[in-house]
Structures are given as C-alpha cells and as structure tokens.
C-alpha cells in the first residue's frame, strides 16, 4: 500500500508541473523565430495572443496542454509580415475608382475611364495608375481627349507614383486652376498658352481638396477591403504614410469593434490642422493602433522628373526637379516635431531632397538619442551622404520594388554615374545596420514576396537582367526577412512587442507549406500563405478561400 501511495504521489507530482491549459500549441513545424541569433524551433506555444514559448517538439508537449492543437506536419511559420510603407487606406478607396494600373497606352486609360463611368455614373471620376513609361508614346499626356468625353464631369487621373496628375478642364475649373495660378513645389503645364492638363505635385492639391468627401461607411468599407487583401499574404502589421484625423478615427473605432483586425502603425499626413492636434495630444497606443509619426514629402518622383536633384536631370536639360517645401519651411515642421514626441518620416527620393533632410535630421538631433527618423525612400543618395544614416537617430526606409519598377528608365533620368547611389539597399544597411523594408502599394502591388524577390534577386519576375540590377545591392534571405520583421517594428519603436517569435510578443505569425528561406529565388514571387494569425487568432486561411 505504502508503494502505491507513493507512485500516486509521483504521479500527481509531474502532472503539476504542467502549465495550466493553453489556447494554442503548434509541434512539428520549422519556426524562424528571427531572434537575435535567427534561430529555429519546432513547437510555439500561444496564449491570450501572446507567444508563451518556443522549442523542440517533445518538450513543449510535455510541459503544456492547450485548447487547440496544431500538429503542422513540417510546415514552416514565420513572424506576420510588416509593411513598413504603404497606403493601406489608399488601396482600399484605390477599388473604388477607376484601376489604370497596368494601362499600356494613353487609348486603354481612355477606355478604362469610359467603361468605369457606363457602370457607376459618378459625378466626379477619380482614377490611379498610369504611366507613361509603360507606353510607346512616353510623352505625358494631354487632357484633350476627357475635355470632349465629358465636358461637365470632372475627371482626375493620377500618376502610379503620386505624384503627377491629368485633370480635365472640368477639374480644374472647380479646382480654380488657370494660367495664372501659382505652382510652386510642382507645376501646372502650359503649351502655346493653354493649359495642358497636367500638374505635377504640389498643385494636384488644389483638384484633390475638391474631391467628394468619403462617408463614414466609404471609409469602412475601403478599410475592410484593404484588410480582405493583405491577410492573405501574410501582413499582420501596416504602415499607412500619411492619413487624416477622420480615417484615423474610424481605424481606432473598426479595430476596437474587433471588425478590423490589422495592427496599424499610422503616420499622420503633414497638415496645420493634423500637426496641431496630433502634436499636442501626444503618441496615442493601443494593443493595433500606433499614431507617433509625422509624413513629410521633401519632393517628387523621379518618374515624372519631381524628385528634386543636385545636378539637372540627365534626359531633360536644366531641369533639376523641385523641393515641395522651402528649406526654411522644411526645417521649421521638423524643429515642432523634434519638440514633440513624434518621429518625422520624410518623403525623400532625389540627391538633393536626400541631402536637404539629412543634414536637417542631423542637426536637430545631433544631441538627442534614440529618435528613429525616417528617410521614405532614400532613392538616389550622394555617396558623400551615406554617413548620416545610423541606427539610433536617422534610419532608411526603403522599397525593393521600385528598384525593378524603374530600372528601364532610372539610368535615364539621372545618368551612369548617379545610379551608382540610386537604390543603394546594401551601402544603406551597411551604414544604419537596420533596413526598414515596405510595398509602397498601390504604387507597387501589395505581394510582399515580390518585395522579397526584388530586394534578393534585383530582378523582374520574368528573369531580367540576367544578373540583377546593380547586384552589388542585393540584400541576403536572412536580411530581407529581418526588413519584412524585426527592422520594420524596429523603426517603429515596437521591436519588444512584435517582429520576432519570442515569448511575451504578440502571436502574428504565418503558416506555409514551403520554406521561403531555401526555395529557389525563381519560386518566391509565386509564394503562398497557408494561414496568417494575429493575437494568436486565425485571420487567414488558404483552405478557406
């Protein structure tokens, strides 16, 4: 008897030792956990949307018994995936107007336009998208076509960049535009004395600030489609470059209503009324939602030749692109914001935009610490200019994709010499030791394995050219994922929260059936979730859709 009450007291003793029942144990996976040492593990356990544990198999079933099982059968799991620059509100509303992505000539937007308007019959057509480098004729456009199609609708079609836009003359009479308006930061092109249609930055403002104002249900709706799209690949966090206190509002609302699942790192755009606000009320922090960042825009694109540059543009004499603010102006918004709580990420794609922000970055926090401002884009940068990223106060944010948008063309825009220091990913790294890497969609598609692909490969998904471009900036698999992860929630001041699979992070992790860090570089465009968790919860599911 004396043996049996002892064997019973074993017994009870290692069952004891067990945790108390969890919701989710995942065996029998290959989990990158991207730590420090980018180690693996077999098992993750998940409770209350936060990772409790990783490690082998065998001993997480050993200590823990959970609610649900997941038995991944060799499967591979990762961090959820961070897009460090988008317009996730912006793709949302981008379904709602009319697509010209992909247009191969000035008749197919036309087209686009016209068979947009027979179905919805708007009262003012807005549309994105086009480009005139995809075109044979890759002269810009006139908005001689729309004047005729329709004389009292106001039409607006932007850029895929952003940055440049043709407006028929019904836009632009409600818009107030004529001869005589002033275009600075930008311009409004005029030929034999007549307007062509055609604003490059700055002055597309004056057409956007009388677009109909989206209802409260638009909004949802534009959010909740955004949502629809960038789970399926795997995108558990999003950061939106530049929104409005209204869609701010409505993000916080959806997301606290549990309809919006997404985590949202938000940059509030650059206006009095959102710096007056924003600034004084200070960084607002929910378990989804970070609103701690000012989006600035220092210039143009290169496509439409606004990104402001040192020396003239190399296919258009003279022309050297234009800052969209004065430097004064620039360095007094960043002097607010360096007196705020809030990081100021800042729009920069030309040399001399580069140059501006830098030394406006370096001088304001040459005595502070820890500040993580932004450089979006860091496009085309001065090899003389590389040194004023680091880790602690000024770090690149960049977009793979945009390096194989453009390299049909970009040698064209700024000649064989300022390429060497165009799309620089490795001299950026090298230099910060951190990369924050993003879409920029829906100037690029939302895909972030195409992101991956880009920043590996520097090539097309068709194999072009043979050895990448300018290859010497490729980055490897290892560095790329820490972008889409760990850097990316770096450069949001959210590294102890998310980015890793680590215990105490958030569980945003993804599920798939082959290995992203061994496949050949040829397959990763192609690449496929299984299921995308946030908070430990299933948001995503391949089998389901």
């Known amino acids: 008897m004396k043996r049996f009450l002892l064997l019973i007291t ?17 065996t029998n996976a290959t989990i990158y956990t991207v730590d420090n040492e980018f180690t693996t593990a077999e098992a993750m356990v998940v409770n209350d949307g936060k990772i409790i544990a990783t490690g082998t198999t065998t001993e997480l079933l050993e200590k823990y018994t959970a609610l649900e099982t997941i038995d991944a059968s060799g499967k591979f799991i990762y961090p959820g995936l961070i897009d460090a620059h988008c317009h996730f509100f912006g793709l949302g509303q981008q379904a709602q107007r009319v697509d010209l992505v992909g247009t191969s000539s000035y008749d197919e937007v036309i087209q686009r336009v016209i068979d947009f308007q027979k179905e919805n019959n708007r009262k003012f057509i807005i549309g994105r998208g086009w480009d005139q480098n995809d075109w044979e004729n890759k002269e810009f456009p006139t908005n001689e076509e729309f004047n005729k199609l329709f004389p009292d609708i106001p039409v607006a079609l932007t850029r895929i960049d952003g940055h440049a836009m043709i407006a028929n003359q019904a836009a632009l009479d409600v818009a107030g535009i004529d001869a005589s308006t002033p275009s600075d930061g930008g311009a409004i092109i005029i030929k034999e004395g007549k307007l062509t249609g055609l604003l490059v930055d700055n002055p597309m ?5 009388v677009y109909p104002k989206p209802s409260r249900q638009d909004m949802i709706d534009a959010l909740l489609l955004a949502q629809q799209e960038n789970v399926k690949y795997g995108l558990t966090t999003v950061d939106d470059a530049g929104l409005h206190r209204d869609v701010i509002e409505v993000i916080d609302s959806l997301q606290q209503a549990g309809d919006l699942k997404m985590k949202m790192y938000v940059m509030i755009s650059n206006t009095p009324e959102n710096l007056d606000y924003y600034l004084d009320k200070g960084i607002i922090k929910t378990d989804r939602l970070n609103v701690r960042s000012v989006k600035f825009y220092a210039d143009g694109a ?82 003389d200019d590389f ?20 390299m049909y063309w970009a040698q ?80 949001n001041f959210e590294e102890e929260e998310k980015g890793s699979l680590e215990a105490g992070k958030a569980a945003d992790f993804i599920i798939t059936s082959k290995d992203l860090m061994t496949i050949p570089i040829t397959e990763i ?16 599911s391949a089998a389901n859709n």
């Open 10 to 26: 074993a017994i009870t003793l290692i069952a004891c030792e067990k945790q108390p029942t969890t919701d989710l144990l995942i």
């Open 205 to 209: 403002e004056l057409v956007e600030a």
């Open 302 to 383: 290169l496509g439409s030749r606004g990104a402001a540059l040192k020396e003239p543009y190399h296919d258009k004499h003279n022309h050297y692109g234009a800052l969209l603010s004065p430097i004064e102006k620039i360095k007094e918004t960043a002097a607010r914001i360096a007196a705020s709580d809030y990081q100021m990420n800042t729009h920069a794609i030309g040399d001399s935009a580069n140059y501006v922000v830098l030394k406006t970055y370096e001088e304001l926090l040459r005595d502070k610490t820890d500040q993580r401002w932004r450089i979006e884009h860091a496009q085309v940068v001065s090899p």
């Open 387 to 406: 040194q004023y990223f680091n880790a602690g106060n000024i770090l690149p944010s960049v977009q793979p994709t945009h390096a194989t948008s453009d």
């Open 412 to 491: 064209d825009r700024v000649g064989p010499d300022r390429i060497k220091g165009a799309y620089a990913y490795k001299t950026l790294l090298n230099q910060s030791g951190i990369l924050a890497l993003g879409t920029d969609y829906p100037v690029e598609q939302v895909n972030p394995f195409l992101t991956f692909y880009a920043a590996v490969a520097r090539q097309d998904v068709s194999g072009y050219p043979e050895n990448g471009f300018l290859p010497e900036q490729s980055l490897t698999r290892e560095e790329t994922l820490r972008g889409m992860t760990i850097w990316a929630a770096y450069s």
């Open 525 to 540: 465009p192609d690449f496929k979730v299984d299921a995308t968790y946030i908070n430990g919860e299933l948001v995503y």
